[in-house]
């Protein structure tokens, strides 16, 4: 059976470029929406004030549905493109461990939004995040250890500087993009 990982389920090119902008677009919205619950002659602020962390919880789900989304045609693609299989036991694997990935960051930032620990969801969902990135990586994909580590960083300064969330956010999502440029199919 060939092992087709490496071509499905990549974050090479316009995959990378389309995660980027969701990371990118999610930092925003995220932003808006607790900007505008702080300000109170904001039309917002009646919609999202009761809804704060509902309307961030769908903003993570909506960004991880078109990340998958996104992984899932570009590699149905590619895979109809080289006429080989989709689905074998590396890419349900790799599978497996996205999806198991996903619920561990999903319950550690619920249990952090629970526990009231505001300040350590950024830093915790990209050490997460960087973790993913290196488990779903294989022999072919090592430049992905450059975002996992770009991620940890990233924590790191979230960790020292709580209100840099925003910005960790938006450098993560230009660097999907950059990565995309850099690494070539």
Known sequence: MNDNIKNNFSL???????????????????????????????PLTNLVSDNIETSIIVI????????????????????????????????KIALKKYMLAFVVIITSLLILINLGLIEYITPTFLILYGLLLFLVKNKGQQNLL??????????????????????????????HVAYSVVVKE
Do not use: H, M
């Open 12 to 42: 090479k090119g316009f995959t990378s470029i389309l995660i980027g902008a969701y990371f990118f677009l999610a930092g925003f919205f995220i932003e808006t929406v607790l900007k505008s619950s702080l300000i109170e002659e904001n």
């Open 60 to 91: 993570v789900l909506l960004v991880f549905l078109f990340s998958s989304l996104t992984l899932f045609f570009t590699g149905k693609r590619n895979a109809k493109k080289l006429q080989v299989q989709l689905w074998n036991d590396q890419t």
């Open 146 to 175: 450059y975002l996992a580590s770009l991620s940890v960083f990233l924590a790191v300064i979230c960790f020292l500087i709580p209100t840099y969330w925003a910005s960790s956010i938006s450098i993560l999502g230009i660097a």
